[in-house]
């Protein structure tokens, strides 16, 4: 079971925690400042490339440009963790917080990060605030249910399956399926 999860945990950090592509905000609060706007719109090209060494280069500068830049340091989080790199990226994701905390994706892909560095009470906290913001965010609530199938919570993670899939949710992992009715089958 074990196995399953980090596999599945490192797929959601992947992309699958929310449905958009790299950037991702809500609101986004552009910077002003010129020099920043060139290195984020540079990391972005190199992120949507699969560049993601050049990206985080790029986003760093940007963020060196203008520290306040919320954007760049959302979008470094999320190309560190497509690098795998859950610990530098639940960082940045942590600074958005602290400039905007009602943004439910930073939330989703801080708890995405927090699962895939086994960190599951953390990603399951995140995933709750994320959905607490969104109630429609059918993605959390998938990878919620991943965090507490993770913990052995089945009567939870099988609800929060269910509430994805009513929201239309088309990215569950059918070995997460196969092993959440193994591993937790239904009274």
């Given at each position: 079971?074990?196995?399953?999860?980090?596999?599945?945990?490192?797929?959601?950090?992947?992309?699958?925690?929310?449905?958009?592509?790299?950037?991702?905000?809500?609101?986004?609060?552009?910077?002003?400042?010129?020099?920043?706007?060139?290195?984020?719109?540079?990391?972005?090209?190199?992120?949507?490339?699969?560049?993601?060494?050049?990206?985080v280069k790029d986003f760093t500068e940007a963020i060196?440009?203008?520290?306040?830049?919320?954007?760049?340091?959302?979008?470094?989080?999320?190309?560190?963790?497509r690098l795998g790199k859950h610990e530098q990226a639940?960082?940045?994701?942590?600074?958005?917080?602290?400039?905007?905390?009602?943004?439910?994706?930073?939330?989703?892909?801080?708890?995405?990060?927090?699962?895939?560095?086994?960190?599951?009470?953390?990603?399951?906290?995140?995933?709750?605030?994320?959905?607490?913001?969104?109630?429609?965010?059918?993605?959390?609530?998938?990878?919620?249910?991943?965090?507490?199938?993770?913990?052995?919570?089945?009567?939870?993670a099988r609800k929060d399956v269910r509430k994805a899939?009513?929201?239309?949710?088309?990215?569950?992992?059918?070995?997460?399926?196969?092993?959440?009715?193994?591993?937790?089958?239904?009274?």
């Open positions: 079971m074990n196995k399953l999860i980090v596999g599945i945990m490192v797929l959601i950090t992947l992309g699958c925690s929310t449905t958009k592509t790299v950037p991702l905000t809500q609101a986004p609060e552009p910077s002003t400042n010129e020099a920043a706007l060139v290195w984020f719109e540079r990391g972005n090209a190199y992120a949507q490339a699969g560049n993601y060494e050049d990206a060196n440009s203008d520290p306040k830049f919320a954007d760049a340091y959302y979008s470094r989080g999320r190309v560190l963790g639940i960082s940045d994701f942590s600074q958005v917080l602290s400039f905007n905390p009602k943004n439910a994706n930073a939330y989703a892909d801080r708890g995405a990060a927090y699962g895939s560095s086994g960190q599951h009470t953390k990603a399951i906290s995140d995933f709750t605030q994320a959905i607490t913001l969104n109630p429609s965010f059918a993605g959390a609530y998938y990878n919620r249910a991943v965090g507490y199938f993770a913990e052995k919570k089945c009567a939870e899939q009513d929201l239309g949710y088309q990215k569950i992992r059918p070995e997460f399926l196969d092993g959440l009715k193994k591993d937790c089958p239904e009274d």
